[in-house]
Each structure stands twice: as C-alpha cells, then as structure tokens.
C-alpha cells in the first residue's frame, strides 16, 4: 500500500494509517518530512519503505518488522530495538541504536554523536550496527553487548570521534582503519583484528555490501581495528581515586 504523508494532518495520523495496514502486506511512505515515531513496534511480517526524512525515534522498539529509509534519517532510530531491521541510504542523526538489544541496523552513510550508546545482548539476541561512512563522538558508549562495525568509506580521517567507547563494558568495536586513534580512551583494549575475527564478522559486512550494491572485496580487503573492554572496571579512569 502507498501512502502519502502530505495526506495526513500530522505525525499521528500518518502512524495510525501505517499501523492499520495488514501484517504482510508492504507498506511504503512518500514525501515523508520530519514524521516521528514511524515504525514504533513494529511486528514481525511489518515492511516499511520510506521516501524522505523520518523525524525522530523511527524505529523505536522494532520487534521484528523491516524498515528501509531511502533518504536520511533524524536523532533516536532504533531506539530500544528488539528485533528486526533498519536499512537507512543516507546519513542518521545522534544516537542510533540507544539501548539496542537485537535486530540489525545498516547505514550507508555517517552517523551522529553517541551511536550504540548502551547497547546490550539480551538472551539468546545480540544487536549489530553498521556503518558505511564515519562515526560522531562517544560511539559505543556505555556499550554492554552487541556488535558495531564502522567502515570509513567516506574516506575522512577520523573514522570515529573523540570518547569512542567511553564507559564500554562488553560487546566489540570493529573500525575499517590502518592505524589505532591516538583519542580512544584507556580503560579498552585497541587491537589490529585477526584473520579470524574478520571470518567472524564477514557475513555482515557481505550483507551491508549487496544491499548497497558495493563490491564486497573491496570493502573487507582492508586492515581493521577491533575495540574491546580490558577491565572490570570500565569506569577507573574517571575517578580522582582508583
């Protein structure tokens, strides 16, 4: 079903004509402009395509349904995320991903501040996000579970901002690099990834390529920096006594 958001009178009633869709049956939003919350717990079978810029928390609480932006997207995306799926084709706004516990994220772009701020594993799910371009300041802070890959394909120097993985505690950081930021702080572990690490993370880097229509090769034939905790006490070196 098409739908048009200049048809409707504001973000609510756009929502309410997208939840009203059967389960099944594709969705798909033109000239969107700034509607918030589009997607908010979507189920399983739910496939939305948007045409422009989602507003903010689109995609919060996905369980399970698919949501592709063909355009750029604001702040919160996947907020809370349970499930599912997200593939954005442009660039997304600060934190992505807040609290991400499942699903998978892909951005063909850059992204904000604070992307995969608190993510987590929870039981049996363990939520990925992936990132074609750079990454703004504090990526992965508070991290607790989870998978992030930044692939640096916009070819800016820093392909993470300043306070990356600040507060991380569990999950892992892989960054498309030739040399370890002198910038990370010090209480993670920055280490060039194995052969088989990088065997351990192909899959997704293959499924950000064929959905982007870029030559896989060329992307994973590259050097790459893993990040992870190396403390139990990832917060030491905040404090004025440790």
Do not use: W
Not at 41 to 62: Q, S, T
Not at 80 to 109: L, S
């Amino acid at each position: 079903m098409k739908l048009n958001a200049k048809n409707y009178a504001d973000y609510k009633a756009l929502n309410e004509a997208v939840r009203a869709v059967p389960i099944g049956e594709a969705v798909e939003i033109d000239a969107c402009c700034g509607e918030r919350y589009i997607g908010v717990g979507a189920e399983k079978g739910k496939n939305i395509v948007i045409n422009g810029i989602p507003g903010n928390a689109m995609g919060a609480y996905l369980d399970g349904g698919t949501i592709s932006v063909h355009g750029n997207a604001q702040d919160a995306t996947g907020d809370t995320m349970n499930d599912g799926q997200i593939v954005i084709y442009g660039n997304c706004g600060d934190a992505v991903g807040y609290g991400m516990r499942g699903g998978k994220i892909f951005i063909r772009g850059n992204t904000g501040y604070r992307s995969g701020i608190h993510m987590k594993a929870y039981q049996n799910k363990s939520p990925v996000l992936v990132v074609g371009g750079s990454a703004g300041s504090f990526l992965g802070e508070y991290q607790a579970g989870g998978l992030i890959i930044v692939l640096g394909l916009n070819n800016d120097k820093n392909k993470v901002g300043y306070g990356c993985a600040t507060g991380m505690h569990g999950g892992c950081i892989y960054i498309r690099c030739d040399e370890i930021p002198d910038y990370l702080p010090q209480q993670i572990s920055a280490i060039p990834a194995t052969e088989d690490e990088l065997n351990g993370i192909k899959h997704h880097i293959r499924e950000f390529a064929e959905k982007f229509g870029l030559d896989f090769n060329a992307v994973i034939n590259h050097s790459f920096l893993k990040l992870t905790p190396n403390s139990h006490s990832p917060y030491r070196m905040m404090y004025t006594h440790n």
